[in-house]
Protein backbone atom coordinates (compact mmCIF):
# COMPACT_ATOMS: atom_id res chain seq x y z
CA UNK A 1 0.00 0.00 0.00
CA UNK A 2 1.39 3.40 -1.28
CA UNK A 3 0.61 6.64 0.34
CA UNK A 4 0.03 9.55 -1.76
CA UNK A 5 2.79 12.19 -1.19
CA UNK A 6 4.65 14.64 -2.83
CA UNK A 7 8.58 15.29 -1.60
CA UNK A 8 11.90 14.91 -3.05
CA UNK A 9 15.01 13.03 -1.79
CA UNK A 10 18.77 13.68 -2.36
CA UNK A 11 22.18 12.24 -1.04
CA UNK A 12 24.57 15.02 0.38
CA UNK A 13 28.10 13.98 1.89
CA UNK A 14 27.57 11.11 4.07
CA UNK A 15 23.71 12.94 4.43
CA UNK A 16 20.60 12.46 3.25
CA UNK A 17 17.87 14.90 3.14
CA UNK A 18 13.93 14.50 2.31
CA UNK A 19 11.75 17.84 1.65
CA UNK A 20 7.90 18.24 0.43
CA UNK A 21 6.63 21.74 -0.13
CA UNK A 22 3.24 22.09 1.13
CA UNK A 23 0.54 24.86 0.31
CA UNK A 24 -0.32 24.90 4.09
CA UNK A 25 1.28 25.58 7.34
CA UNK A 26 4.08 23.53 8.00
CA UNK A 27 2.87 24.16 12.15
CA UNK A 28 -0.82 22.37 11.62
CA UNK A 29 -2.07 19.50 10.97
CA UNK A 30 0.55 18.81 7.72
CA UNK A 31 3.23 19.59 9.98
CA UNK A 32 1.62 16.58 12.36
CA UNK A 33 1.14 14.33 9.44
CA UNK A 34 4.55 14.91 7.94
CA UNK A 35 6.25 13.62 11.45
CA UNK A 36 4.21 10.98 11.80
CA UNK A 37 4.20 9.34 8.25
CA UNK A 38 7.45 10.48 7.16
CA UNK A 39 10.03 10.91 10.19
CA UNK A 40 8.69 8.00 12.23
CA UNK A 41 9.05 5.64 9.75
CA UNK A 42 12.39 6.71 8.92
CA UNK A 43 13.69 6.39 12.75
CA UNK A 44 11.67 2.74 12.29
CA UNK A 45 13.71 1.99 9.25
CA UNK A 46 17.12 3.10 11.24
CA UNK A 47 16.50 0.93 14.33
CA UNK A 48 15.19 -1.96 11.64
CA UNK A 49 18.78 -1.96 10.14
CA UNK A 50 20.17 -1.64 13.84
CA UNK A 51 20.89 1.80 15.02
CA UNK A 52 20.47 2.86 18.34
CA UNK A 53 18.50 5.94 18.25
CA UNK A 54 17.47 8.02 21.52
CA UNK A 55 16.18 11.67 21.68
CA UNK A 56 18.65 13.86 22.76
CA UNK A 57 19.07 13.88 26.24
CA UNK A 58 21.02 17.75 26.67
CA UNK A 59 18.47 18.73 23.70
CA UNK A 60 15.27 18.14 26.12
CA UNK A 61 17.10 20.16 28.82
CA UNK A 62 17.54 22.89 27.15
CA UNK A 63 14.68 23.38 24.84
CA UNK A 64 12.08 20.61 26.16
CA UNK A 65 10.61 17.47 25.28
CA UNK A 66 8.16 18.96 22.07
CA UNK A 67 11.30 20.46 20.55
CA UNK A 68 13.78 17.40 21.21
CA UNK A 69 11.33 14.69 19.71
CA UNK A 70 12.02 16.42 16.37
CA UNK A 71 15.44 15.20 16.87
CA UNK A 72 17.47 11.81 16.87
CA UNK A 73 21.31 10.83 17.89
CA UNK A 74 22.73 7.62 17.59
CA UNK A 75 25.11 5.14 16.40
CA UNK A 76 26.13 1.76 14.51
CA UNK A 77 29.15 0.66 15.53
CA UNK A 78 31.56 3.40 14.94
CA UNK A 79 29.24 5.15 12.48
CA UNK A 80 27.40 7.81 14.27
CA UNK A 81 24.32 9.99 12.61
CA UNK A 82 22.05 12.86 13.65
CA UNK A 83 17.89 12.78 12.28
CA UNK A 84 16.88 16.13 12.51
CA UNK A 85 12.71 17.68 11.37
CA UNK A 86 12.78 21.41 10.69
CA UNK A 87 9.47 22.69 9.14
CA UNK A 88 9.17 20.88 5.45
CA UNK A 89 12.41 18.83 5.70
CA UNK A 90 14.20 16.03 7.28
CA UNK A 91 18.02 15.33 7.58
CA UNK A 92 19.57 12.49 8.17
CA UNK A 93 23.65 13.27 8.44
CA UNK A 94 26.72 10.59 9.22
CA UNK A 95 29.88 10.93 10.08
CA UNK A 96 33.01 8.93 12.26
CA UNK A 97 35.20 9.76 14.62
CA UNK A 98 38.45 7.13 14.26
CA UNK A 99 40.02 7.90 11.24
CA UNK A 100 41.32 10.82 8.77
CA UNK A 101 39.87 13.32 11.67
CA UNK A 102 41.55 16.67 10.74
CA UNK A 103 39.89 18.94 13.78
CA UNK A 104 41.74 19.37 17.05
CA UNK A 105 39.02 18.85 18.64
CA UNK A 106 38.36 15.24 16.83
CA UNK A 107 35.06 15.68 15.92
CA UNK A 108 34.38 14.24 12.76
CA UNK A 109 30.73 16.06 12.29
CA UNK A 110 31.95 19.10 10.88
CA UNK A 111 34.65 17.56 8.87
CA UNK A 112 34.96 18.43 5.38
CA UNK A 113 34.68 15.55 2.45
CA UNK A 114 33.55 13.01 5.47
CA UNK A 115 32.59 10.46 2.78
CA UNK A 116 36.17 10.44 1.12
CA UNK A 117 37.61 10.34 4.85
CA UNK A 118 35.27 7.45 6.31
CA UNK A 119 37.45 3.65 6.64
CA UNK A 120 36.17 1.54 3.09
CA UNK A 121 33.91 -0.33 5.49
CA UNK A 122 32.65 2.90 7.37
CA UNK A 123 31.56 4.74 3.86
CA UNK A 124 29.86 0.89 2.84
CA UNK A 125 27.89 1.39 5.78
CA UNK A 126 26.52 4.75 5.40
CA UNK A 127 25.96 4.43 1.56
CA UNK A 128 24.37 1.25 2.39
CA UNK A 129 22.31 3.09 4.85
CA UNK A 130 21.10 5.57 2.79
CA UNK A 131 20.27 3.77 -0.15
CA UNK A 132 17.52 1.80 2.19
CA UNK A 133 15.80 4.69 3.13
CA UNK A 134 15.96 5.95 -0.07
CA UNK A 135 14.21 3.35 -1.67
CA UNK A 136 11.77 2.50 1.11
CA UNK A 137 10.76 6.12 1.07
CA UNK A 138 9.98 6.19 -2.66
CA UNK A 139 8.31 2.91 -2.79
CA UNK A 140 5.91 3.69 -0.07
CA UNK A 141 5.19 7.29 -0.97
CA UNK A 142 3.51 7.21 -4.54
CA UNK A 143 4.81 10.90 -5.10
CA UNK A 144 8.48 10.81 -4.07
CA UNK A 145 11.52 11.01 -6.21
CA UNK A 146 15.26 10.59 -5.88
CA UNK A 147 17.03 13.35 -7.06
CA UNK A 148 20.36 13.52 -8.96
CA UNK A 149 22.04 16.95 -8.22
CA UNK A 150 23.68 17.89 -11.39
CA UNK A 151 26.66 19.87 -12.30
CA UNK A 152 27.56 19.81 -8.46
CA UNK A 153 31.53 20.29 -8.47
CA UNK A 154 33.03 19.81 -4.38
CA UNK A 155 36.71 20.28 -5.25
CA UNK A 156 37.58 23.23 -3.77
CA UNK A 157 41.40 24.45 -5.15
CA UNK A 158 43.25 25.57 -8.61
CA UNK A 159 41.25 24.14 -11.83
CA UNK A 160 37.88 24.14 -9.36
CA UNK A 161 35.87 26.18 -6.87
CA UNK A 162 37.99 29.01 -4.84
CA UNK A 163 36.35 29.06 -1.36
CA UNK A 164 33.94 31.45 -1.64
CA UNK A 165 32.60 29.68 -5.05
CA UNK A 166 32.51 26.51 -2.53
CA UNK A 167 30.61 28.29 0.24
CA UNK A 168 28.24 29.93 -2.36
CA UNK A 169 27.60 26.65 -3.91
CA UNK A 170 27.24 24.98 -0.24
CA UNK A 171 24.22 27.60 0.57
CA UNK A 172 22.52 27.50 -2.26
CA UNK A 173 22.37 23.82 -2.41
CA UNK A 174 20.98 23.77 1.29
CA UNK A 175 17.21 23.82 2.20
CA UNK A 176 17.46 26.43 4.75
CA UNK A 177 19.23 28.84 2.44
CA UNK A 178 17.32 32.73 2.79
CA UNK A 179 16.74 34.06 -0.29
CA UNK A 180 16.75 37.46 1.42
CA UNK A 181 20.00 37.04 3.18
CA UNK A 182 21.96 35.44 -0.22
CA UNK A 183 22.75 32.54 2.83
CA UNK A 184 21.62 30.77 5.67
CA UNK A 185 20.31 32.73 8.69
CA UNK A 186 20.58 31.69 12.32
CA UNK A 187 24.00 34.47 12.93
CA UNK A 188 21.82 37.02 14.75
CA UNK A 189 21.59 34.63 17.99
CA UNK A 190 24.26 34.98 20.94
CA UNK A 191 24.91 32.00 20.83
CA UNK A 192 25.89 30.87 17.80
CA UNK A 193 28.39 34.02 17.36
CA UNK A 194 30.10 34.50 20.67
CA UNK A 195 33.86 34.09 20.61
CA UNK A 196 36.59 32.89 22.00
CA UNK A 197 37.24 36.42 23.28
CA UNK A 198 33.78 37.16 24.23
CA UNK A 199 32.89 39.29 21.08
CA UNK A 200 30.38 38.60 18.18
CA UNK A 201 31.32 37.13 15.24
CA UNK A 202 30.05 38.52 12.23
CA UNK A 203 28.99 37.81 8.58
CA UNK A 204 31.87 39.10 6.31
CA UNK A 205 34.50 40.22 9.30
CA UNK A 206 38.23 39.92 9.42
CA UNK A 207 38.40 37.30 12.66
CA UNK A 208 41.83 34.86 13.62
CA UNK A 209 41.69 31.35 14.24
CA UNK A 210 43.68 28.14 14.41
CA UNK A 211 44.96 26.10 11.70
CA UNK A 212 45.14 22.42 11.73
CA UNK A 213 48.56 22.49 13.70
CA UNK A 214 47.22 25.01 16.17
CA UNK A 215 49.06 27.98 14.37
CA UNK A 216 47.15 31.22 14.49
CA UNK A 217 45.96 32.17 10.68
CA UNK A 218 43.83 35.25 9.89
CA UNK A 219 41.05 34.90 7.50
CA UNK A 220 37.41 35.91 7.01
CA UNK A 221 34.45 34.75 8.80
CA UNK A 222 31.35 33.62 6.68
CA UNK A 223 28.19 31.95 8.86
CA UNK A 224 27.57 28.01 7.90
CA UNK A 225 25.40 27.17 10.59
CA UNK A 226 24.36 26.56 14.20
CA UNK A 227 27.37 28.24 15.97
CA UNK A 228 29.89 26.86 13.07
CA UNK A 229 31.58 29.19 10.42
CA UNK A 230 33.57 29.17 7.38
CA UNK A 231 36.44 31.16 7.58
CA UNK A 232 38.33 31.91 4.50
CA UNK A 233 41.70 32.85 3.91
CA UNK A 234 43.55 33.03 1.03
CA UNK A 235 42.05 31.75 -2.58
CA UNK A 236 41.39 28.50 -1.66
CA UNK A 237 41.68 28.03 2.00
CA UNK A 238 38.41 27.31 4.26
CA UNK A 239 37.78 25.79 7.66
CA UNK A 240 34.92 24.99 9.42
CA UNK A 241 35.15 26.58 13.35
CA UNK A 242 32.79 27.35 16.05
CA UNK A 243 32.40 30.25 17.34
CA UNK A 244 34.42 30.02 20.62
CA UNK A 245 37.55 28.76 18.23
CA UNK A 246 36.92 32.34 16.97
CA UNK A 247 39.40 35.42 17.92
CA UNK A 248 37.56 38.84 17.06
CA UNK A 249 40.69 40.63 18.14
CA UNK A 250 44.33 40.12 18.00
CA UNK A 251 44.89 36.97 19.99
CA UNK A 252 48.67 37.98 20.64
CA UNK A 253 51.42 35.95 20.63
CA UNK A 254 50.91 34.93 16.45
CA UNK A 255 54.20 31.97 17.23
CA UNK A 256 52.50 30.38 19.87
CA UNK A 257 50.72 27.19 18.64
CA UNK A 258 47.40 26.47 20.34
CA UNK A 259 47.44 22.94 20.30
CA UNK A 260 47.29 22.03 24.02
CA UNK A 261 44.41 19.86 23.75
CA UNK A 262 45.29 17.92 20.37
CA UNK A 263 48.80 17.54 22.34
CA UNK A 264 46.86 16.47 25.56
CA UNK A 265 44.40 13.81 23.30
CA UNK A 266 46.95 12.15 21.64
CA UNK A 267 49.03 11.52 24.90
CA UNK A 268 45.90 10.45 26.58
CA UNK A 269 45.10 8.10 23.08
CA UNK A 270 48.93 6.69 23.58
CA UNK A 271 48.66 5.92 26.88
CA UNK A 272 45.79 3.94 26.80
CA UNK A 273 47.56 2.00 23.53
CA UNK A 274 50.13 1.53 25.72
CA UNK A 275 48.29 -0.33 28.86
CA UNK A 276 46.24 -2.29 26.63
CA UNK A 277 49.26 -4.35 25.70
CA UNK A 278 50.74 -4.24 28.77
CA UNK A 279 53.81 -2.26 27.46
CA UNK A 280 54.36 -0.57 30.50
CA UNK A 281 58.20 0.79 29.91
CA UNK A 282 56.30 3.20 27.40
CA UNK A 283 53.56 3.81 29.44
CA UNK A 284 56.21 5.08 32.21
CA UNK A 285 57.91 7.25 29.21
CA UNK A 286 54.55 9.14 28.47
CA UNK A 287 53.70 9.73 32.14
CA UNK A 288 55.38 12.85 32.44
CA UNK A 289 54.43 13.96 28.90
CA UNK A 290 51.08 13.41 29.96
CA UNK A 291 51.20 14.75 33.26
CA UNK A 292 53.12 17.95 31.66
CA UNK A 293 50.43 18.44 29.32
CA UNK A 294 47.67 18.35 31.50
CA UNK A 295 49.11 20.84 33.49
CA UNK A 296 49.42 22.97 30.19
CA UNK A 297 45.84 22.77 29.71
CA UNK A 298 44.66 23.57 33.28
CA UNK A 299 46.74 26.95 32.63
CA UNK A 300 44.92 27.61 29.66
CA UNK A 301 41.36 26.64 30.12
Given at each position: ?8 V ?25 K ?6 IV???N ?9 A???E ?5 F????R ?8 GE???TG ?6 M ?27 L ?5 R ?6 D ?14 K ?5 R ?10 I ?20 E ?23 Y ?9 Y ?6 W ?7 G ?19 K ?21 D ?22
Amino acid sequence: MTINRQGTVRFGDAALYISESPEESVFGEWGKQFKRQVFKRIVQQLNRMGWELEVPAGMIERYGRSFAEDHRIGRKGDLQGELEMTGRCIEFKMWQDVANITREDGDGRYEFDKEEKMPYLLRLEMERTRRKIRDYLCNVFAGYEFEIVKGKSVMRGPGHLTALEWIEQDYRNCYHYNQELGRRGGDEYAFNSKSADGGKVTHGAKVYTTDYNGRIIVGTAYYNINNMWWVVSGKYGLRNKASFEIYTSHPGDLKRKRNDRTRLNRLESEMKKAVAVMDFKRADALKPLLLDARQKGETTA
